[in-house]
């Protein structure tokens, strides 16, 4: 914080990131400083992305999805990820690729027993590692996870006093 006295006009002016304060003898007066605004962000290919997605949820669930509150921020994480993806195997992020990308990302999280059921962008947002994981288990061939609430087939073989040895 600066502090600065002006002794001709007999006040202070303190200024501070979000305010300016001037202080005379008889009253303070607070201006606000007006933040700079950053420049918006246009992601590539969002309206095309933004229709797979409405697209995708009308053919698999007979309705529009609402896309409000945090839903565009989740949809950019996704498609952030699926981005730098496939820019690490250099591949061209082109509408076609971008596209064909979010709907096989789609597919593999209604794929997800638990997904499906619960199907909004925060939840696929959260859970996009493990519809990742899965996408590769399938194609080294390895089984996919089936869910949570399933057993697991385990022995359990008794020790010491409470069987045979």
Request: charged share 30%; proline share 4%.
């Amino acid at each position: 914080m600066l502090t600065y006295y002006y002794r001709k006009l007999g006040y202070f002016v303190t200024c501070q990131i979000f305010k300016i304060k001037i202080m005379t003898k008889k009253k303070e007066i607070v201006f606000p400083v007006k933040k700079k605004k950053k420049p918006v962000e246009v992601m590539e290919h969002w309206p095309d992305l933004i229709k797979t997605f409405f697209d995708f949820c009308v053919k698999y669930f007979r309705e529009k999805p609402s896309f409000d509150g945090s839903s565009p921020r989740d949809m950019k994480a996704i498609i952030i990820v699926l981005k730098k993806r496939a820019e690490a195997e250099t591949v061209a992020w082109t509408k076609e690729e971008a596209t064909r990308r979010f709907n096989g990302f789609l597919v593999g999280a209604y794929k997800d027993q638990w997904l499906r059921q619960n199907f909004i962008l925060s939840n696929l947002n959260k859970f996009k590692d493990k519809v990742f994981f899965n996408k590769q288990k399938e194609k080294n061939g390895t089984t996919t996870f089936t869910g949570f609430g399933t057993k697991p087939n385990l022995e359990i073989k008794p020790r010491g006093s409470f069987g045979k040895l």
